[in-house]
């Protein structure tokens, strides 16, 4: 079975920095690019940054460029989420997806259940 | 980068109904990468549609995806009450992979 188990949320201060972690299992995870997307509270869902399956291609939205950095370790089967400068506006429930299709031009398939970021003082 | 604006913000309708969801973009989705989600409130995102008219494995055959271009509809013919839900689509054809703002189903 695929899953995707995300972990290292939590409450952080703002400026702070916290490094989330994707846990994948069930599929090749060296095949497939992966995405991190995020749902602030009462809000819709925005997509956050997405790896390809190499890692050797990362692509941000602007409004974390800069800041989130993006990365994986295939011996690992684990995809992270670095998050420096923390500002309040990035309080949210964080996901993991599994892309399917061409490359990096994927939707996606299977979700994690989330783990949960707040920025606040 | 491309804007996806649903319409329309709450649909009110009864089971066994037909619902009809419109996503439009700001500019042409090209080779009609867009997908559809529906979200449960407390759960992550499922895939319903992908390519714009390709169910996703063990979706239903009362959903459907339509549309190209800029225009695009999810189309759910007879309304289960399990379909009661929040429905985002998203465009893959290029970064940023934007999502539309959502369209809430609710039960009449």
């Known amino acids: 079975e695929v899953q995707l188990l995300e972990s290292g949320g939590g409450l952080v201060q703002p400026g702070g920095s916290l490094r989330l972690s994707c846990a994948a299992s069930?599929?090749?995870?060296?095949?497939?690019?992966m995405s991190w997307v995020r749902q602030a509270p009462g809000k819709g869902l925005e997509w956050v940054s997405l790896?390809?399956?190499?890692?050797?291609?990362?692509y941000y939205a602007d409004s974390v460029k800069g800041r989130f950095t993006i990365s994986r370790d295939n011996s690992k089967n684990t995809l992270y989420l670095q998050m420096n400068s923390l500002r309040a506006e990035d309080t949210a429930v964080y996901y993991c997806?599994?892309?399917?299709?061409?490359?990096?031009?994927?939707?996606?398939?299977?979700w994690g259940k989330g783990t949960t970021v707040t920025v606040s003082s | 980068e491309i804007v996806l604006t649903q319409s329309p913000g709450t649909l009110s309708l009864s089971p066994g109904e037909r619902a009809t969801l419109s996503c439009r973009a700001s500019?042409?989705?090209?080779?009609?990468?867009l997908a559809w989600y529906q979200q449960k409130p407390g759960q992550a995102p499922r895939l319903l549609i992908y390519?714009?008219?390709s169910r996703a494995t063990g979706i239903p055959d009362r959903f459907s995806g339509s549309g190209s271009g800029t225009d695009f509809t999810l189309t759910i013919s007879r309304l289960d009450p399990e379909d009661f839900a929040v429905y985002y689509c998203?465009?893959?054809?290029?970064?940023?992979?934007?999502f539309g703002q959502g369209t809430k189903l609710e039960i009449k």
């Open positions: 997806a599994k892309m399917q299709g061409r490359g990096v031009l994927g939707y996606m398939d299977v």
């Open positions: 069930g599929f090749t995870f060296s095949s497939y690019a």
């Open positions: 790896n390809s399956g190499s890692g050797g291609n990362t």
């Open positions: 500019q042409s989705v090209s080779s009609s990468y």
């Open positions: 390519g714009a008219s």
């Open positions: 998203q465009q893959y054809g290029s970064s940023p992979y934007s």
